[in-house]
């Protein structure tokens, strides 16, 4: 590798032109900083800003002792939610609502929206402050994105730069880890049992500097976790100290959740944002979720849009709005959530019922299986008998989530018996008891 700059900005060109050219490719490590600043000349420190510059832009990564690594495209297959259609496998993996529940949307004959009216209509806007109303004080601002992960995405990069680094759950919701490592974010993992994140390894990456949290307040994908109320209060009075930590709660089940939400961010937040989508009972294709947040993030999450698509389509909001106001459909939800519960009840009475050890707190579309292995082997049999289930690894970021993600939306009694029937088996063939998963 030869290179001739003398400042940081053409070592960090020279270097990034080497990696585009595919001289540099995915791994190589490029030579220690002393090394570089010998063979070009120059200042130390001149070679160690370049450096972390690339490391910053994505396009290298520190590894301390082990020097610094050209990085490669991470392919994004494994971070993504559902599974292909007409699997011969009985889906158990797809992380998808049941498709039974879900309006049935009807050509509808409205008047196009044109450029420079509102983005957020009268009605949505009077729908979003009804549903947010009850657990935000204070003022705040509504938005529209076009689902949560999106809103996710704008409100980070409307405060943060490459290399920040974002705590989350560990093991993490999947589309936050792929937001994260695609723009070029750090994600900072903290731990959580069935009370949700634990305060100590939150407070220590707090006094780290990390610049922002997202926190899944209930139906924690994939574990099904929710905060109890004295974990989020003890959160809330964490975060009062780092009142420039910007705060994304993403409760994305909301309406159809069976546990209380409980608010953890305090008065003393700066830039906070509440988002509550309605994928789960309106189906991911409508994809719309309303953002409550303090000004100046509604503000920048606005510029953010405006460089977008502007607005979520006013043909999206006026089927959405004909949906949430229907007259049976608060009885709906009901009805819904309950089935849901159900469902998730019986899978878990049935695996206790064989010896399977569970956490007591689930809720979501999804039940956790813990193991104590890795669950590959578990998954491939499993798959041999017809079942398709997600293995826990791949949400995991600072330590092992060994387990099985369990899709419940539409599984029926009769079915959840003969998918325990051949997990248990299984499990006593490979001789894999389950154990708690949080130590």
Known sequence: MKLSGKTAGEIFEQVRALIQSGELKSGDVLPPVREMATSLAVNRNTVAAAYKRLTDAGFAQSRGRNGTVIRGFA??????????????LRDLAGG??????LPQVMPVRITPGLYGERAVSEQMEAIGRGWMDVDVTGSYEINLTSGAVDATERLLNGYLIAGDRVAVEDPCFLSSISTLMHNRLQAAGVPMDEEGMLEAPLADLLASGVQALIVTPRAHNPTGFGLSAQRAQRIRDLLKHYPQV????????????????????PETTRHWALI?????????????????????????????????TNWVSHIIQHVAGAA?????????????RETYRVRRQTLTDLLRHHDVQLADRHDGLNVWLPLNVDSTDLVMQLALQGWLVRGGEVFGLSQPAHGLRITVSDLDAAEAGSFVQSLSALLSALSQPTAAFFK
């Open 75 to 88: 392919a994004p297959v494994v971070a993504m939610e559902g599974s292909p259609p007409n699997l011969a």
């Open 96 to 101: 998808n609502p049941c498709v039974d529940f």
């Open 246 to 265: 910007l705060v994304i709660v993403d409760d994305h089940f909301s309406l159809l959740s069976t546990q209380d939400y409980h608010h953890i961010i």
């Open 324 to 336: 949430l106001t229907a007259a049976d459909f608060d009885a709906h939800i009901a009805a819904v």
């Open 276 to 308: 509550r989508s309605t994928s789960k009972f309106l189906g991911p294709d409508m994809r719309l979720a309303f953002v409550a947040s303090d000004r100046e993030t509604s503000l920048r999450l606005q510029q953010r849009l405006n460089a977008g």
